[in-house]
C-alpha cells in the first residue's frame, strides 16, 4: 500500500497525458470527421471515393498499427516526419477517430429530414449554406450520445500509445510495475481509468438529457 501511494504523483501525471492525449485527439478527431462526412455526402466522386477510402482504411486497421507506422513507419520513408512520440499519439489518435466520428457525423446528417434541405433551397441558399446555416446546427443535439461513446473509447484507446514508450497512464503502470517487481501497479491505473471514464460518462449523460431531442 505504501509503493502505491508513493507512486500517486506518477499515476495523477500519466492521467494528466491521458486526458491530455483524449481531448487534443476529439478536437481532431471532429473537425476531420465533419469535413469526412461532408465529403461522404458530396456530389463530386472523387471527393467522396477520398473520404470512403480514408474511412475504409482507417476503420479497417488496427489502431496500435496505425501509431507504429506514424511514429516509426513513416519517419523511414519520409525522414522529415521524424517527430515527437506526442505529436506521433496526438495525429495518430486523431486520424482513428476521425473516421469514426465522420460516419456518426454523416449518420446525424442525413437523419435530418430532407424537407428542411428543400425548404433552405426554396429560400434562395444553396447547398453549402444549407448545410452552415439549417442542417449541421440542427443535427448536433443528435451527436452527444455516439461522441460521448466515442470519448469513452478513445480515452482507453490511448493507451496504445505506450507502445512508443510514451508515459501516459499505462506506461505509467508498466514502468512502476517491472521496476518493483510487482503486479499490484496495475490496479491504480484501472482505478483512474475508471475514475475517469465515469467522469465522463456523467457529463455526456447531463448533456444528453439536458440537449436530448427526443424529450
Given at each position: 500500500m505504501d509503493l502505491i501511494?508513493?507512486?500517486l504523483p506518477a499515476f495523477l501525471s500519466g492521467a494528466a497525458i491521458t486526458?491530455?492525449?483524449?481531448?487534443?485527439?476529439?478536437?481532431?478527431?471532429?473537425?476531420?470527421?465533419?469535413?469526412?462526412?461532408l465529403g461522404r455526402l458530396s456530389h463530386n466522386t472523387a471527393i467522396k471515393k477520398f473520404s470512403g477510402f480514408y474511412i475504409w482504411f482507417f476503420r479497417g486497421t488496427p489502431l496500435m498499427l496505425q501509431i507504429m507506422f506514424i511514429y516509426f513507419g513513416l519517419p523511414m520513408?519520409?525522414?522529415?516526419l521524424n517527430t515527437s512520440?506526442?505529436?506521433?499519439?496526438?495525429?495518430?489518435?486523431?486520424?482513428?477517430?476521425?473516421?469514426?466520428?465522420?460516419?456518426?457525423?454523416?449518420?446525424?446528417?442525413?437523419?435530418?429530414?430532407?424537407?428542411q434541405m428543400e425548404a433552405s433551397k426554396a429560400l434562395g441558399m444553396n447547398y453549402g449554406m444549407a448545410m452552415r446555416r439549417i442542417i449541421?446546427?440542427?443535427?448536433?443535439?443528435?451527436?452527444?450520445?455516439?461522441?460521448?461513446?466515442?470519448?469513452?473509447a478513445l480515452l482507453k484507446d490511448s493507451s496504445l500509445v505506450s507502445v512508443m514508450g510514451m508515459t501516459e497512464l499505462m506506461r505509467t503502470s508498466i514502468i512502476l510495475s517491472n521496476s518493483a517487481g510487482q503486479a499490484v501497479f496495475y490496479l491504480p491505473a484501472a482505478v483512474f481509468y475508471?475514475?475517469?471514464?465515469?467522469?465522463?460518462?456523467?457529463?455526456f449523460s447531463r448533456l444528453e438529457k439536458k440537449y436530448s431531442v427526443y424529450e
Open positions: 501511494i508513493q507512486s486526458l491530455e492525449l483524449t481531448l487534443v485527439a476529439i478536437v481532431i478527431g471532429i473537425l476531420l470527421g465533419l469535413l469526412l462526412a520513408i519520409w525522414p522529415v512520440m506526442y505529436i506521433a499519439g496526438f495525429v495518430a489518435l486523431g486520424l482513428n477517430s476521425a473516421a469514426y466520428l465522420a460516419e456518426i457525423i454523416r449518420a446525424a446528417i442525413q437523419s435530418i429530414d430532407k424537407g449541421i446546427p440542427q443535427s448536433y443535439r443528435r451527436l452527444i450520445p455516439p461522441v460521448g461513446n466515442e470519448f469513452i475508471l475514475l475517469l471514464t465515469s467522469l465522463f460518462t456523467y457529463v
